[in-house]
Protein backbone atom coordinates (compact mmCIF):
# COMPACT_ATOMS: atom_id res chain seq x y z
CA UNK A 1 0.00 0.00 0.00
CA UNK A 2 1.41 3.58 -0.77
CA UNK A 3 1.83 5.31 2.15
CA UNK A 4 1.04 9.24 0.79
CA UNK A 5 -2.28 10.97 1.89
CA UNK A 6 -4.17 11.48 -1.12
CA UNK A 7 -7.26 13.37 -1.83
CA UNK A 8 -10.55 12.44 -1.18
CA UNK A 9 -14.16 13.96 -0.46
CA UNK A 10 -16.73 11.79 0.88
CA UNK A 11 -20.68 12.93 0.25
CA UNK A 12 -22.38 16.17 1.79
CA UNK A 13 -25.83 15.75 2.76
CA UNK A 14 -26.24 18.88 4.85
CA UNK A 15 -24.29 22.13 6.20
CA UNK A 16 -24.70 24.44 8.59
CA UNK A 17 -22.40 27.54 9.84
CA UNK A 18 -23.14 28.17 13.91
CA UNK A 19 -20.17 31.37 13.48
CA UNK A 20 -18.16 33.06 11.33
CA UNK A 21 -15.32 35.36 13.13
CA UNK A 22 -12.89 37.57 11.89
CA UNK A 23 -10.51 35.15 11.01
CA UNK A 24 -12.74 31.35 11.69
CA UNK A 25 -15.75 30.08 11.29
CA UNK A 26 -17.07 26.55 12.36
CA UNK A 27 -19.51 24.17 10.33
CA UNK A 28 -21.54 21.42 11.12
CA UNK A 29 -21.78 18.76 7.61
CA UNK A 30 -23.68 15.72 7.44
CA UNK A 31 -21.61 13.52 5.64
CA UNK A 32 -22.34 10.05 3.98
CA UNK A 33 -19.64 7.23 5.72
CA UNK A 34 -18.55 4.38 3.66
CA UNK A 35 -21.35 2.21 5.36
CA UNK A 36 -24.03 4.61 3.41
CA UNK A 37 -24.94 6.31 6.76
CA UNK A 38 -24.63 9.58 7.74
CA UNK A 39 -22.79 11.40 10.54
CA UNK A 40 -22.38 14.64 11.58
CA UNK A 41 -18.66 16.62 11.88
CA UNK A 42 -18.62 19.80 13.86
CA UNK A 43 -14.87 21.65 12.37
CA UNK A 44 -13.06 24.99 12.03
CA UNK A 45 -12.99 26.23 8.74
CA UNK A 46 -9.84 28.38 8.84
CA UNK A 47 -7.69 30.50 5.66
CA UNK A 48 -4.35 28.34 6.11
CA UNK A 49 -1.07 30.02 7.30
CA UNK A 50 3.37 29.51 7.18
CA UNK A 51 5.39 29.53 9.50
CA UNK A 52 9.12 30.25 8.98
CA UNK A 53 11.83 28.08 10.24
CA UNK A 54 15.01 30.69 9.95
CA UNK A 55 18.53 29.34 10.25
CA UNK A 56 21.51 31.36 10.46
CA UNK A 57 25.24 30.66 9.49
CA UNK A 58 25.91 29.60 13.05
CA UNK A 59 23.07 26.47 12.96
CA UNK A 60 20.76 28.03 15.49
CA UNK A 61 16.91 28.70 15.02
CA UNK A 62 15.54 31.58 15.64
CA UNK A 63 12.18 32.00 18.20
CA UNK A 64 9.91 33.81 19.15
CA UNK A 65 7.77 33.96 22.44
CA UNK A 66 3.75 35.15 21.77
CA UNK A 67 0.95 35.07 24.44
CA UNK A 68 -1.71 32.62 22.98
CA UNK A 69 -5.17 32.82 24.84
CA UNK A 70 -7.01 29.93 24.08
CA UNK A 71 -3.75 27.85 26.34
CA UNK A 72 -3.21 30.39 28.66
CA UNK A 73 0.44 30.57 27.73
CA UNK A 74 3.97 32.34 26.23
CA UNK A 75 4.86 29.70 23.76
CA UNK A 76 8.21 30.02 22.03
CA UNK A 77 7.45 29.44 17.94
CA UNK A 78 8.79 29.91 14.72
CA UNK A 79 7.55 33.30 12.76
CA UNK A 80 4.27 32.82 11.33
CA UNK A 81 0.60 34.02 10.18
CA UNK A 82 -2.54 33.62 8.63
CA UNK A 83 -2.55 33.20 5.12
CA UNK A 84 -4.64 36.87 4.62
CA UNK A 85 -3.47 38.28 0.81
CA UNK A 86 -5.58 36.41 -1.35
CA UNK A 87 -3.69 34.96 -4.18
CA UNK A 88 -0.16 35.75 -2.37
CA UNK A 89 2.34 33.19 -3.27
CA UNK A 90 3.22 31.46 0.67
CA UNK A 91 6.81 31.84 0.31
CA UNK A 92 5.97 35.81 0.07
CA UNK A 93 3.49 35.39 3.05
CA UNK A 94 6.15 33.42 4.64
CA UNK A 95 9.09 36.17 4.29
CA UNK A 96 6.36 39.23 4.66
CA UNK A 97 5.96 37.09 8.01
CA UNK A 98 9.74 36.80 9.01
CA UNK A 99 10.01 40.97 8.07
CA UNK A 100 7.20 41.79 10.28
CA UNK A 101 7.31 39.87 13.30
CA UNK A 102 11.31 39.54 13.65
CA UNK A 103 12.71 41.80 11.39
CA UNK A 104 14.87 39.57 9.19
CA UNK A 105 15.00 38.45 5.65
CA UNK A 106 16.05 35.47 3.77
CA UNK A 107 17.94 34.60 0.77
CA UNK A 108 17.79 31.04 0.43
CA UNK A 109 14.34 29.25 1.04
CA UNK A 110 13.03 26.21 1.18
CA UNK A 111 9.65 24.18 1.75
CA UNK A 112 10.66 22.33 5.03
CA UNK A 113 7.39 20.51 5.87
CA UNK A 114 3.42 20.71 5.22
CA UNK A 115 1.59 19.97 7.92
CA UNK A 116 -2.81 19.86 8.76
CA UNK A 117 -3.04 21.28 12.50
CA UNK A 118 -5.97 19.36 13.98
CA UNK A 119 -7.46 17.18 11.13
CA UNK A 120 -10.17 15.86 13.46
CA UNK A 121 -11.68 19.49 13.93
CA UNK A 122 -10.46 21.99 11.71
CA UNK A 123 -9.52 22.34 7.98
CA UNK A 124 -6.32 24.60 9.01
CA UNK A 125 -3.40 23.49 7.09
CA UNK A 126 0.27 25.07 7.24
CA UNK A 127 3.31 25.01 5.42
CA UNK A 128 6.70 25.50 7.16
CA UNK A 129 9.56 26.87 5.42
CA UNK A 130 13.28 26.56 5.94
CA UNK A 131 15.07 30.50 5.86
CA UNK A 132 18.48 30.83 5.60
CA UNK A 133 21.21 33.51 4.76
CA UNK A 134 19.11 35.11 7.01
CA UNK A 135 20.32 39.13 7.62
CA UNK A 136 18.07 41.53 9.90
CA UNK A 137 15.80 44.73 8.30
CA UNK A 138 17.61 48.08 8.95
CA UNK A 139 15.53 50.30 11.09
CA UNK A 140 14.32 52.58 7.88
CA UNK A 141 13.22 48.67 6.26
CA UNK A 142 11.11 47.80 9.60
CA UNK A 143 8.32 50.11 9.47
CA UNK A 144 5.73 47.31 10.78
CA UNK A 145 4.21 48.30 13.95
CA UNK A 146 3.08 45.78 16.36
CA UNK A 147 -0.17 45.59 18.07
CA UNK A 148 -2.16 43.14 20.37
CA UNK A 149 0.03 39.91 21.54
CA UNK A 150 2.80 41.23 19.03
CA UNK A 151 3.89 44.44 21.44
CA UNK A 152 5.81 41.70 23.69
CA UNK A 153 7.24 39.36 21.65
CA UNK A 154 10.45 38.78 22.15
CA UNK A 155 13.02 36.94 19.69
CA UNK A 156 15.71 34.63 20.67
CA UNK A 157 18.68 32.21 18.63
CA UNK A 158 19.20 28.43 19.99
CA UNK A 159 21.33 25.79 18.39
CA UNK A 160 19.20 23.63 16.21
CA UNK A 161 20.33 20.42 18.68
CA UNK A 162 19.18 22.67 21.18
CA UNK A 163 15.79 23.11 20.11
CA UNK A 164 14.99 19.59 19.29
CA UNK A 165 16.29 18.40 22.47
CA UNK A 166 13.00 21.10 24.12
CA UNK A 167 10.66 19.61 21.60
CA UNK A 168 11.38 16.37 22.75
CA UNK A 169 11.46 17.21 26.30
CA UNK A 170 8.42 18.90 26.60
CA UNK A 171 9.22 22.52 26.72
CA UNK A 172 8.02 23.58 23.18
CA UNK A 173 4.77 22.67 22.49
CA UNK A 174 3.59 24.62 19.59
CA UNK A 175 2.91 22.35 16.36
CA UNK A 176 4.66 24.15 13.63
CA UNK A 177 7.69 24.92 16.05
CA UNK A 178 7.74 21.24 16.79
CA UNK A 179 7.17 20.07 13.55
CA UNK A 180 9.87 22.55 11.76
CA UNK A 181 12.31 22.02 14.18
CA UNK A 182 12.69 18.37 14.07
CA UNK A 183 12.03 18.30 10.08
CA UNK A 184 15.22 20.82 9.91
CA UNK A 185 17.11 18.75 12.24
CA UNK A 186 16.34 15.39 9.87
CA UNK A 187 16.81 17.53 7.04
CA UNK A 188 20.26 18.96 7.82
CA UNK A 189 21.57 15.50 8.06
CA UNK A 190 22.46 15.99 3.80
CA UNK A 191 22.64 19.52 3.98
CA UNK A 192 18.94 20.35 3.14
CA UNK A 193 19.80 19.14 -0.51
CA UNK A 194 15.97 16.83 0.02
CA UNK A 195 14.40 19.73 0.16
CA UNK A 196 11.57 20.44 -1.86
CA UNK A 197 11.73 24.28 -3.56
CA UNK A 198 9.90 27.11 -2.14
CA UNK A 199 7.04 26.96 -4.81
CA UNK A 200 6.48 23.33 -4.16
CA UNK A 201 2.98 22.80 -4.87
CA UNK A 202 0.71 21.61 -1.58
CA UNK A 203 -0.71 18.32 -2.31
Not at 21 to 41: F, H, L
Not at 62 to 69: A, C, E, M, S
Amino acid sequence: MNVEDSAESWEITGSQEHFSGRVISVRTDAVRMSDGSVAKRDYVVHPGAVAVLALDDDDRVLLIRQYRHPMRRLLWELPAGIRDVPGEPLVDCAARELAEEAAYRAGTWHTLVDLYTSPGMSDERIRVFLARDVTPLSDEENKFVRRDEEIDMPAIWIPLGAAVDKALSGMIHNSPAVAGILAAYAASADGFKGLRPADAPEA
